[in-house]
């Protein structure tokens, strides 16, 4: 029972630091709009298009919204989910890290990176690395440690 409580533990904690990761980023841009768009990735990532278009402000304050709501999910998930539930919402909170990551080779923010093949949109987005990136390592950790302890009570 303990080690059942232990893997458990990583992976609810796991869930909050992912929560609480999501939140600064979103906060900044709600109640800075664009300003806090490019106080985030960088002035430099934005053309003046950018800068004029509506469509564009509307898609960030949409990625706002769900970030803030993932991160209500991710407190759900430590919070009132369990150990099933748990491990279910973080491995899709891991496919969600991960087809950002794809999204950033693939079409990356900055000023002369390069798309696929070339990786440079992994390291172009400040924000990407520390937050999806620590989340991705606190989640797999997590749910592998939840995933053995499960396996070990099952054979007790």
Known sequence: LREETLS????????FVSGFLFLPPALILITKGLEGAQELLGAASFTKAD??????MHV?????????????????????????AQQITASL????????FVVQVIAPVGP???????????????????????????LTLGLLTSLCGDEKAKTN
Do not use: R
Not at 51 to 56: A, D, I, V
């Open 93 to 100: 909170m891991i496919a969600l890290d991960m087809w950002c």
């Open 60 to 84: 960030m304050y949409i990625d706002a919204g769900k970030n803030v709501i993932v991160a209500a999910i991710c407190f759900c998930a430590a919070t009132l989910f369990n150990l099933s």
């Open 112 to 138: 002369g990176v390069k798309p696929w093949p070339a990786l440079d949109g992994l390291f172009s987005n400040p924000v990407l690395l520390p937050i999806v990136g620590g989340q991705i390592v606190l």
């Open 51 to 56: 800068l004029e278009s509506p469509l564009f």
């Open 8 to 15: 458990g533990m990583l992976l609810k904690a796991a869930f």
